[in-house]
């Protein structure tokens, strides 16, 4: 493993034990699948399956028990995520079928425990199981190649897939991209890379389908671990088609978004540094939160379609369907313009003489005129005047 790939997983190692998550230190810990556009929640019983697909099923049931990463064999109902606040249960909510290195045999993933972000890979070796636990920003919409995003903060990510060798497996790097001005960094498969080539690999990424979620069937166990779940947690907000609980101190916030039929679309943890909250703006449901300062990042959630954007980093103007935002790319400030969520319907790249204020302070614009023109006061000339403009977006 190279030293770069290296440091990302160490990133993404703190990351996790920011939120008190846990990891184990043969993998990454990073994220929680989303669920993608149009996927939808099925039942079908165990007879629908292949005889692979039906024992790593009968693994949700507790029909079948699988070795954990300490070696130790267990059934789901008795696993335990340790290291969080208090010890939870793992409760299955959903699961999906797919082959991640593409050798033929069947790997699930399974969405598991209710408000707190984790879920199990589940991988068969000569009909053994075994169970790997994964924890927050690990795996953002895994694709039916087997190929997922992980992010190490707001401008940094990477595309992995994973690779099994027995009772082991290894993440392998394909591309990462850092947009941080003093680290600005981009490859594909280990190799520096220009960074139009990464964001033509990402774009192509981005539109390869994603898993189909199935949903479990709710069972005793389960209404039991959720009752334990909510003995360390306290409500802190919830609304249609989410929740937000919150510690004893209300220094963590760990939120669950579900789509109109009850399969989960995302969730995760945030530590108090600033604000903290969902709420429904334009027909979207919003997450928005701060990292202290002026410094806030926002992702958008269409309930009625299942789709989930990226982490959008202070946007200054947004509509039920458009969002602006500055980056620096490229040794300049760019004002980004694109679909909330799919950047081939609309994407646009806006440069003026933008001061680097942009980056540090909060500029607010609107969408006008049905979404053709964007309206936004900005300074130039070292901040020393501000501009108004409305500019025309077709």
């Given at each position: ?98 082959d991640f290195d593409n050798d033929g045999c069947v790997e699930m993933l399974a969405n598991v425990s209710s408000d707190h972000g984790f879920f199990l890979v589940l991988h068969m070796d000569d009909a ?28 940094e990510s990477a595309i992995f897939t994973l690779k099994f060798s027995g009772t082991q497996y290894e993440i392998t790097e394909l591309a990462y991209h850092n947009d941080l001005p003093e680290s600005k ?71 669950t978004v579900k789509d109109k039929n009850g399969i989960v679309l995302d969730r995760g943890c945030h530590n108090w540094r600033g604000s903290f909250d969902l709420s429904y703006q334009n027909g979207l ?110």
């Open positions: 493993m190279s030293k770069s790939m290296r440091t990302m997983l160490c990133v993404l190692f703190v990351l996790c034990l920011l939120c008190g998550c846990k990891s184990q230190d043969h993998h990454a810990a990073q994220n929680v699948p989303t669920q993608g556009k149009g996927d939808s929640a099925t039942t079908p019983t165990k007879t629908e399956k292949t005889p692979e697909q039906d024992r790593l099923l009968s693994v949700l049931y507790n029909e079948v028990p699988i070795v954990d990463e300490t070696g130790k064999t267990v059934y789901v109902k008795d696993y335990h995520i340790a290291n969080v606040i208090q010890p939870i249960y793992a409760v299955p909510e959903s699961y999906a079928f797919l053994q199981v075994y169970g790997y636990l994964f924890s927050q920003r690990s795996m953002m919409e895994p694709k039916t190649d087997g190929t997922f995003e992980g992010s190490g903060g707001a401008a960094e981009y490859r594909i498969n280990g190799d520096s890379a220009a960074e139009e080539d990464y964001r033509s690999f990402y774009n192509q990424y981005e539109n390869k389908p994603n898993v189909q979620w199935i949903k479990v069937e709710t069972t005793a166990w389960q209404k039991s671990a959720d009752r334990v779940a909510e003995k360390y947690s306290v409500a802190y907000k919830t609304g249609d088609n989410f929740s937000i609980f919150t510690d004893q101190d209300e220094k963590n916030y760990y939120y449901l919003v997450l928005n939160y701060g990292f202290g300062g002026s410094s806030f990042n926002k992702r958008y959630y269409d309930i009625s379609g299942s789709r989930v954007s990226q982490f959008f980093p202070s946007p200054v103007a947004e509509s039920n369907s458009m969002v602006a935002y500055f980056v620096w790319e490229d040794n300049q400030i760019k004002l980004i313009v694109r679909d909330i969520f799919d950047t081939s319907i609309f994407y646009k790249e806006i440069i003026r003489d933008f001061s680097d204020f942009v980056l540090k302070q909060n500029y607010t614009g609107e969408f006008i005129e049905n979404n053709t023109k964007l309206k936004l006061t900005y300074p130039v000339n070292n901040r020393t005047e501000l501009v108004t403009e409305e500019i025309p977006l077709i």
